[in-house]
């Protein structure tokens, strides 16, 4: 991956600090959303014309049909513009005159590459991804003194899990030490999507090609490798969603958690519904060959083919998405946050969007951050970004 520092260009509109004046200016502020017409980048469009209806959204996109389309249903302050992220020249051209760039066009695994960030950097354009692999959230993160440099403020891994499950992991460990609760030592993510989520052929994709890679934990201070989709246990979600089966992946917040709020034991698990969805994900670990999930034409053609059946299930199994972190702490005490929605299609748009809201109005420092990092997202902004990626939620608790 190519390091080198470009010319910075003037900066579109730079940060400043929480203010009535930021939020005013925010309203008018310029975003574009790559990926724009992809199932998670057309939820971020339509939750920020919900949640600003007079911010200025730029839905960027290879297919001009949908983007078009999308852009008249937001109403007369959204546009289509086309845009080919692999296309560099045309990419930072794009990136002219606007406040931030939102990257939600994936999968990112296997991207050896963060053209976009690179081109964010060039432009002098504030930036925030959906990234939700562990590999690409710490390239990203070697940006981050050129970003620094250059006056561009730059938050990794900002959409639902990771992202919103960060904030929340960051707040309960916060709590814990403001309340002097004992030192904490063990954190845990747990996620359950019906179905696909309603997010489309690309979560399929990601899923995929975590099969393929280690699971990444930390067991008391030592960083451990296990096998994918392995160490099955029974969580309870709470109402609406009650127990249901999670499964080891390798997640990015288990290691930006680990050293950032400074937890020893870490760890992540998914799951899925209906059960045999999970057996499917055990089958595709244990019998098909690492090279064929390390190869990003291969599970693309893989998810064509199953993603007929999946859509039909989906149909049936709904898409609700629930996340539950837990927080232990050295005196015995146990904290809890919870979140439900029964979207999780609408659910990631109103998490992602809740992050460029509290860029747009001051929050984060130039540099590349991760969401549990206050200069990524002060620590006073976490509570009204909770608030906004809450929204339509079935059950939100937090420090239960």
Same mark, same amino acid.
């Given at each position: 991956?190519?390091?080198?520092?470009?010319?910075?260009?003037?900066?579109?509109?730079?940060?400043?600090?929480?203010?009535?004046?930021?939020?005013?200016?925010?309203?008018?502020?310029?975003?574009?959303?790559?990926?724009?017409?992809?199932?998670?980048?057309?939820?971020?469009?339509?939750?920020?014309?919900?949640?600003?209806?007079?911010?200025?959204?730029?839905?960027?996109?290879?297919?001009?049909?949908?983007?078009?389309?999308?852009?008249?249903?937001?109403?007369?302050?959204?546009?289509?513009?086309?845009?080919?992220?692999?296309?560099?020249?045309?990419?930072?051209?794009?990136?002219?005159?606007?406040?931030?760039?939102?990257?939600?066009?994936?999968?990112?695994?296997?991207?050896?590459?963060?053209?976009?960030?690179?081109?964010?950097?060039?432009?002098?354009?504030?930036?925030?991804?959906?990234?939700?692999?562990?590999?690409?959230?710490?390239?990203?993160?070697?940006?981050?003194?050129?970003?620094?440099?250059?006056?561009?403020?730059?938050?990794?891994?900002?959409?639902?899990?990771?992202?919103?499950?960060?904030?929340?992991?960051?707040?309960?460990?916060?709590?814990?030490?403001?309340?002097?609760?004992?030192?904490?030592?063990?954190?845990?993510?747990?996620?359950?999507?019906?179905?696909?989520? /309603?997010? !489309?052929?690309?979560?399929?994709?990601?899923?995929? %090609?975590? *099969?393929? =890679?280690?699971?990444? @934990? +930390?067991?008391?201070?030592?960083?451990?490798?296990?096998?994918?989709?392995?160490?099955?246990?029974?969580?309870?979600? /709470?109402? !609406?969603?009650?127990?249901?089966?999670?499964?080891? %992946?390798? *997640?990015? =917040?288990?290691?930006? @958690? +680990?050293?950032?709020?400074?937890?020893?034991?870490?760890?992540?698990?998914?799951?899925?519904?209906?059960?045999?969805?999970?057996? !499917?994900?055990?089958?595709?670990?244990?019998?098909?060959?690492?090279?064929?999930?390390?190869?990003?034409?291969?599970?693309?053609?893989?998810?064509?083919?199953?993603?007929?059946?999946?859509?039909?299930?989906?149909?049936?199994?709904?898409?609700?998405?629930?996340?539950?972190?837990?927080?232990?702490?050295?005196?015995?005490?146990?904290?809890?946050?919870?979140?439900?929605?029964?979207?999780?299609?609408?659910?990631?748009?109103?998490?992602?969007?809740?992050?460029?809201?509290?860029?747009?109005?001051?929050?984060?420092?130039?540099?590349?951050?991760?969401?549990?990092?206050?200069?990524?997202?002060?620590?006073?902004?976490?509570?009204?970004?909770?608030?906004?990626?809450?929204?339509?939620?079935?059950?939100?608790?937090?420090?239960?």
């Amino acid at each position: 991956m190519g390091t080198v520092v470009r010319a910075c260009m003037p900066l579109a509109a730079p940060p400043a600090a929480p203010s009535t004046d930021a939020q005013r200016r925010s309203s008018s502020a310029r975003v574009l959303v790559l990926g724009g017409t992809g199932r998670v980048g057309g939820s971020t469009a339509a939750a920020l014309s919900k949640l600003r209806p007079d911010l200025n959204i730029l839905i960027a996109g290879r297919n001009r049909e949908k983007g078009e389309s999308l852009a008249s249903k937001l109403g007369k302050q959204s546009v289509f513009v086309q845009v080919d992220i692999r296309n560099a020249s045309i990419l930072e051209e794009a990136l002219q005159g606007v406040d931030l760039v939102v990257h939600a066009a994936g999968p990112f695994q296997r991207e050896n590459e963060c053209t976009v960030l690179q081109a964010a950097i060039a432009t002098k354009t504030a930036y925030i991804d959906v990234c939700d692999d562990t590999d690409y959230s710490w390239r990203a993160k070697s940006f981050h003194e050129q970003a620094k440099a250059c006056g561009v403020p730059a938050i990794t891994t900002a959409g639902i899990y990771p992202g919103v499950s960060n904030v929340m992991a960051a707040e309960l460990v916060r709590a814990a030490r403001n309340e002097n609760a004992g030192e904490p030592e063990r954190l845990r993510f747990f996620y359950y999507t019906a179905g696909s989520g /309603g997010a !489309g052929p690309t979560i399929l994709t990601t899923s995929f %090609l975590l *099969l393929a =890679e280690d699971v990444i @934990a +930390y067991n008391r201070g030592e960083k451990i490798k296990l096998k994918p989709y392995s160490g099955a246990l029974s969580i309870d979600f /709470g109402k !609406g969603v009650r127990k249901k089966d999670v499964y080891l %992946l390798n *997640l990015p =917040e288990v290691t930006s @958690a +680990y050293k950032i709020l400074g937890v020893p034991t870490v760890s992540a698990r998914f799951g899925t519904a209906p059960f045999f969805w999970n057996w !499917g994900m055990q089958a595709f670990t244990n019998f098909l060959p690492v090279e064929f999930l390390r190869d990003k034409n291969k599970v693309t053609k893989l998810v064509e083919f199953v993603d007929p059946f999946v859509r039909a299930i989906d149909g049936i199994a709904g898409e609700r998405v629930s996340m539950r972190v837990d927080l232990d702490c050295t005196n015995g005490r146990n904290t809890i946050g919870l979140f439900s929605h029964r979207k999780l299609s609408v659910s990631i748009g109103y998490a992602t969007a809740a992050f460029v809201l509290a860029f747009l109005e001051g929050s984060t420092q130039p540099g590349v951050w991760f969401p549990e990092e206050p200069e990524g997202v002060a620590i006073e902004s976490r509570k009204v970004l909770l608030e906004r990626a809450s929204q339509g939620t079935t059950n939100f608790v937090m420090n239960k």
